[in-house]
């Protein structure tokens, strides 16, 4: 069984603090990646129609035999198909390609604010929630802006907003926006991607101190912040090592010197820049 702890979102729905992400993993590769996460004990799986891996993704879900409610699905719209219906659209072909009849969470990837459409598209994911086909339902790469505007004209409230995230750039105005709304954090790239940021000496010495390794110690500090994770690796000693990280605990002078780090470095677009 996965040790990993759960948070309740907005609507009462549970969902696994630390999940598996898999972005730029080939369609191909996807079955063997995800059947390793779900070996290890991950149960919560982060795909995107715009990733080309959810029918690899889909496959290894449902040939895993693990019983449909102890996973958790998300999946995500693309830019292409804003709008009420073009979303519904979009949405039946995801869980066609995943081979699933309801997702535990639907995103709008991106506001795209230039075309000015994600409150529509918004309405479609509220129908999708209500037909009980999406278990909750949120957004990616929200500003507060585009938060508020769904605050104000919607009638559900995004369960979550999954944005950019690591200990050099820690959002903590959208965290704190977050947090005023019922609004849970989750965290994509949160390991920066594994460049730059798991050299730093500060994971490198907590990690010594510990006996953990600086991606650890980075996720560490995300879950004790509260965030939502979902490290990606296909390697499989790596998706071990990122789910290894219940059976020890920063103290506040450690979550001090990981916050220390945080410089601002957005190493993906800007979400006011991408339509
Ligand atoms: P990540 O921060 O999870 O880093 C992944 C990379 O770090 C791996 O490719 C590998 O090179 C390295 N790595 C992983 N584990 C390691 C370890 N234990 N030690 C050393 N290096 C390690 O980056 P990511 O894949 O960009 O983000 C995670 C997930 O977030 C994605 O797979 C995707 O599901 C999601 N995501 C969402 C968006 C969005 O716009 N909503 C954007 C990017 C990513």
Known sequence: MSNVP???????VTMPQLGFGVWQVPDAEAETAVRTAL????????????YGNEAGTGKALTGSGLPREELFVTTKLWNSEHGYDA???AFDDSLRRLGLDHVDLYLIHWPAPAKDKYL???????KLYA?????AIGVSNFQPAHLQRVLDEGTVVPALNQVELHPDFAQADVRAFHAAHGIATEAWSPLGQGKGLLDEPVLRE???KHGRSPAQIALRWHLQLGNVVIPKSVTPSRIR???DVFGFELDDADMAAVAGLD???RIGDNPDDVN
Request: aromatic share 4%; proline share 0%.
């Open 39 to 50: 070996d290890a004990g991950y149960r919560s799986i982060d795909t995107a129609a715009i």
């Open 241 to 243: 090592e990122n789910i």
């Open 6 to 12: 759960t948070i309740t979102l907005n609507n009462g």
């Open 87 to 89: 979303a519904l659209r």
């Open 131 to 135: 037909d009980g086909r999406a278990r």
């Open 120 to 126: 529509d598209t918004w309405r479609a994911l509220e």
């Open 206 to 208: 907590l990690g010594e």
């Open 263 to 265: 410089a601002g470095n």
